[in-house]
């Protein structure tokens, strides 16, 4: 079956280094990826999408990585502030009408 | 202010009570959805409405009924829960049903937390 995890499930960085979350899909089909970040008692809230015809997007500090070949996506996060520290998810679509979740990196961020 | 907002915050009920989750948005979208956020698990789909309309069931137990009136507010009604239901339980909307993709994003509310005693 299908299903969409992250490689770590927590991730310690310093106040202002980068930080890299990365996640595997392994259904080759999926066309569409979306990260969401959810702090603390919060919903999901909407950070960066990326198309399958894509291999790199762009956001305000962040980047979004999709390679297709080896079916990893990553989130990068420039000059991390302790306000990113969070649950960071990636969910796929391409096999149906529903978003399909990764388990979630917990971001922690020192100063 | 995410555009969803969901009512109430926090629930405690038995496993006898009725009760329900109110969910409305005001994004002038057309497909409203419920997940349920379990601790250490992923985010799982339980109802999808389009047009007012559900399109999916992902074999929910029928103690939770949803109810869709209209295309902005989306009700998830509670009956003799179990404690093993007690978690998140997200509300959210999309442009339009079908598959996600770009233009038609899926945005969640804050979130129902629900505990069964």
């Known amino acids: 079956g299908e299903s969409v995890g992250l490689h770590l499930p927590t991730l310690s960085v310093q106040e202002g280094d980068n930080s890299i979350i990365n996640c595997a899909y392994s259904n080759s089909a999926s066309d569409y990826f979306i990260w969401y970040k959810q702090e603390s008692g919060k919903g999901p809230q909407f950070i960066i999408d990326?198309?399958?015809?894509?291999d790199k997007r762009q956001g305000q500090r962040v980047t979004v990585l999709l390679n297709k070949t080896v079916k990893h996506l990553s989130l990068q996060i420039a000059a991390t502030q302790p306000g990113d520290s969070a649950v960071y998810f990636c969910a796929e679509s391409g096999a149906g009408t529903a978003l399909i979740f990764g388990k979630g990196t917990t971001l922690s961020v020192s100063s | 202010e995410t555009g969803v907002t969901q009512t109430p915050r926090h629930l405690v009920m038995g496993m006898t009570n009725k009760k329900s989750l109110k969910c409305e948005q005001h994004l002038g979208h057309n497909a409203m959805y419920w997940y349920k956020q379990s601790a250490k698990k992923p985010l799982e789909l339980m109802f999808v409405?389009?047009?007012?309309?559900?399109?999916e069931n992902n074999s929910v137990p029928s103690r939770f009924s949803p109810e869709c009136p209209n295309s902005s507010h989306l009700f998830l009604h509670l009956h003799t829960l179990q404690p093993e239901d007690s978690a998140l339980y997200l509300c959210?909307?999309?442009?339009?049903?079908?598959?996600?993709?770009?233009?038609?994003?899926?945005?969640f509310g804050e979130g129902s937390w629900l505990t069964v005693v």
């Open positions: 959210a909307s999309s442009q339009r049903g079908g598959m996600p993709n770009s233009g038609n994003t899926i945005y």
């Open positions: 409405y389009n047009f007012k309309e559900q399109t």
């Open positions: 990326i198309r399958s015809n894509m």
